[in-house]
């Protein structure tokens, strides 16, 4: 089977919001700071990441959970981690929640996640409804992969606050992750009951939607989405994807196009555009498009899969060639590939070799 180096991803991203007012407003208003409406809560929430939902694919696309680059500024953001590290702790003496927490953030702001999680756990043990901190350690949970103890986590902030919204959603990522769609679709429900400007929620169920291949669905519910945040580029990534899956390849390489107009400068949506221009035989414009988001050698192994499947053989070979040239040691697939293009080429009528070995002297 041939093999392609692509990656399709579902992007996940948020804007960063003010990263000053979250810790005046715990400060100075603690009890009015929780109660405000979940939207404003995640835009005043420091910096974290995004969650990209994505897929390789040998010959068909199969989409799983996966936490990429932009998760960590939407996690920060809705964590309430400050961008810009603060003073430091001084550990010498006794310390209070807010500094136990304070160090956690660095930490955290740091990548260590394993030393931000014990000092949100003793802020927790001196404080067990302090939401925005159990927020912090459910979401360590959800990015060390353990699903069932960030659902835990999620759920217990309920047990102190039970409108909200970040939390629903919060269980509803830890499902997916523990493949329980239908449960997830329940949670990110629940988060838009209470919160119905809370778009990433919309987006997840968009997902859940295009995991069920009901892609028509997906796509209303990332256009619904787009609606609450016009222009994403991490929606338009994802209504790009629904597009595709329903087979509606120009409206998913208009869509791609818009995500990358719009700022999405991750290689993926490149990576997701040139799949959508090779369904349109756009091979040129597909090879620019891959080339952005992968190396040259790369790009020349897609587009000889793409060329592979229509049954090109010999135009296969002269791609993977190619790609085997520019990269010699280390590209396996594509001498795998090469030779499955050989094969199929071979087997052909010899006349018919010799005329398509003639006829295509290069890849593009």
């Known amino acids: 089977m041939s093999k392609i180096d692509i990656t399709y991803r579902y ?81 010498s003496q006794e310390m209070s929640q807010e500094e136990y927490e304070r160090l956690g953030d660095m930490h955290f702001q740091q990548g260590d996640l394993q030393m931000a999680k014990l000092q949100y756990e003793k802020v927790l043990g ?37 409108n909200f919204a970040p939390a629903y959603e919060g269980m509803g990522r830890a ?37 069920r291949h009901a892609h028509k669905d997906a796509i209303g519910m990332y256009q619904v989405a787009l609606e609450k945040n016009e222009n994403n580029p991490a929606i338009l990534n994802n209504l790009g994807m629904a597009y595709y899956l329903d087979e509606q390849y ?14 999405g400068n991750n290689k993926k949506i490149a990576n997701n ?41 010999a135009k296969a070979s002269r791609c993977f060639q190619k790609a085997i040239e520019i990269q010699p040691t280390f590209y396996e697939k594509a001498k795998e590939n090469l030779s499955v293009s050989n094969r199929m080429l071979h087997k052909l009528p010899l006349s018919q070799q010799q005329t398509l070995i003639r006829q295509e002297q290069a890849c593009l």
């Open 175 to 211: 499902l997916m992750k523990m493949e329980k769609d239908d449960e997830a679709e329940r949670e990110f429900q629940a988060a838009l009951l209470y919160d119905s400007e809370l778009w990433t929620s919309t987006n997840f169920l968009g997902i859940v939607a295009d995991r």
């Open 250 to 263: 120009e409206h998913a390489v208009q869509t791609f196009q818009q995500a990358l107009h719009t700022g």
């Open 11 to 91: 992007v996940d991203t948020q804007t960063v919001g003010d990263v000053r007012t979250f810790p005046y407003c715990m400060k100075f208003n603690p009890m009015r700071c929780m109660t405000m409406n979940a939207s404003a809560i995640l835009l005043m929430m420091a910096v974290l990441g995004s969650l990209m939902m994505g897929c390789s694919k040998n010959e068909k696309p199969e989409f799983t959970l996966q936490d990429e680059h932009y998760q960590q500024i939407l996690e920060r953001q809705k964590a309430g981690i400050d961008p810009e590290p603060k003073g430091s702790v001084d550990l």
């Open 273 to 313: 555009l040139g799949m959508a221009l090779t369904k349109l035989e756009h091979y040129d414009l597909a090879f620019d498009a891959y080339s952005r988001g992968m190396d040259e050698a790369k790009a020349y192994n897609n587009i000889g899969v793409a060329f592979l499947g229509k049954g090109n053989f």
């Open 126 to 162: 001196m404080e067990p409804e302090r939401i925005a901190t159990r927020y912090k350690l459910a979401v360590i949970y959800l990015e060390k992969g353990r699903a069932q103890q960030a659902y835990d986590q999620f759920h217990g902030i309920l047990d102190h606050q039970l």
